[in-house]
Each structure stands twice: as C-alpha cells, then as structure tokens.
C-alpha cells in the first residue's frame, strides 16, 4: 500500500519570497508518479507539478520545482518568487501501477503581501 | 469543452435519505473515479472505473454505490445517508493505460451536508 504524509498542516510565505513545502512517501512499488495539487479557495484541484520516478531530473514548471530524493522517499514542493495568487492548499499525491491516487493531508500556504 | 461537471454543487440531507451524485465528462476518457474531501484530510477514493462496464472499491467505499452509466457518466449514489459521509465529492476521469500515467482531471466539487 502506498502512504503519503505531509508533516506542514501550514506554511507562510511573504510575496515574492520562496517556500518549500515537504512531502514524504512510502511505497513498494518501482515504477510510480508523483505530484503535487493545488486547491485554492474555489476547490478545484489543479495539477502543478508531477515527477516520473525512473526520472532521475527533478521537474520543473515555471516558478514551481521539485527535489525528488528517491532513496529517501522525499517529495517537496520549492515554490520561488511567491504571488497572492499561490495562497492554497497544497496536496502531495503519489501513483502506482494502479490508476488509484493517495493524497497526503495537505499543507495550506499563505503568502503575505 | 466544459471537461468534468457535477451536479448538484451543493445538497443538504436529512439522516436515512437517499440521492445521487452525477458526474459527466466530454474528453472521451476511460476512466473515471469518486474522491471525497474531509476537513483536514486529503481526497480519498471511494470508488474507480477503470472503463466503461467496470467498477472497482476504493479506499472508503462502505455506504455508497456507483453506476458507469456508460463512457461519459459515473454517477454516485447514498442509499441511506449518514452525517458521516458529509463531505465534498470531487470527481475526475483521465485517459488511462496501465502503467502509464495520464492527468486526472477534476470536477468543481459538490458539498453535502447531511444532518
């Protein structure tokens, strides 16, 4: 079975700073994704960022990066030069072989203008 | 393209009622799945279609039954509501091949309230 833990229940950033935000996973299989989601106040679920495990280059999306650190089962989310607009919650997720997502608790960020 | 859409976005029950939950996407795609949202917890799956004609238990099924009504619709149903499974319900399909990952897409959400 496939766990997901995000120890941050909330973070804070101040505008235009930079935030990471940390995910940890547990999983038994060798080919899985990982993801992160976020949720802003209107609760759609909006895809991020995801990560290939066979991959061994941290993915990026804009503003919006990953340090994947396979061995050590870690995930985080670096979110640079923050914007109002980042205010959310944020849901680390993982996948397996099966099409079924396990989303962590979530961290809620607030960006401080 | 209006991609995943739920109806109703908001419902209120009273204990032992009993209401579905629709869901439909126009993106063609195979799979479909029932998340529901807590406070404090991430989405967690109640149930999953894996194409249409198949359906498969999730991770908090008890309570609740579901229909793929054919390869647009998945629809959810409480047979007898319980103040437990007051919740938001997310839907979301993707284009799935196993062992390769497609995006899933979400639908806006549909809080219910049972008292």
């Known amino acids: 079975a496939q766990t997901v833990t995000q120890s941050q229940p909330e973070m804070s950033v101040q505008e235009a700073e930079t935030v990471t935000l940390s995910c940890t996973y547990d999983?038994?299989?060798?080919?899985?994704?990982l993801f992160w989601y976020k949720q802003p106040p209107s609760r759609q679920m909006i895809l991020v960022i995801r990560?290939?495990?066979?991959?061994?280059q941290n993915a990026t999306e804009n503003r919006f990066s990953v340090n994947f650190q396979k061995a050590a089962k870690s995930f985080s989310l670096k979110i640079s030069d923050s914007q109002l607009g980042d205010a959310a919650m944020y849901f680390c997720?993982?996948?397996?072989?099966?099409?079924?997502?396990?989303f962590g608790k979530g961290t809620k960020l607030t960006v401080n203008p | 393209n209006a991609g995943v859409t739920q109806t109703p976005k908001f419902q209120v029950l009273k204990t032992g009622q009993s209401m579905t939950l629709q869901c439909a996407q126009d993106m063609n795609h195979n799979s479909m799945y029932w998340y529901r949202q807590d406070p404090g917890m991430g989405l967690r799956l109640i149930y999953y279609?894996?194409?249409?004609?198949?359906?498969d238990k999730g991770e908090v099924p008890n309570g609740y039954n579901v229909s793929r009504l054919n390869k647009r619709e998945f629809s959810l149903r409480l047979e007898s509501a319980a103040p437990s499974q007051t919740s938001v319900y997310f839907c979301a399909s993707s284009e799935a091949s196993r062992g390769r990952y497609y995006e899933q897409y979400f639908g806006p959400g549909t809080r219910l309230t049972v008292t």
């Open positions: 997720a993982s996948r397996g072989g099966s099409e079924k997502l396990v």
């Open positions: 999983t038994s299989e060798s080919d899985y994704y």
């Open positions: 990560q290939e495990a066979y991959k061994q």
């Open positions: 279609s894996a194409s249409e004609g198949t359906t």
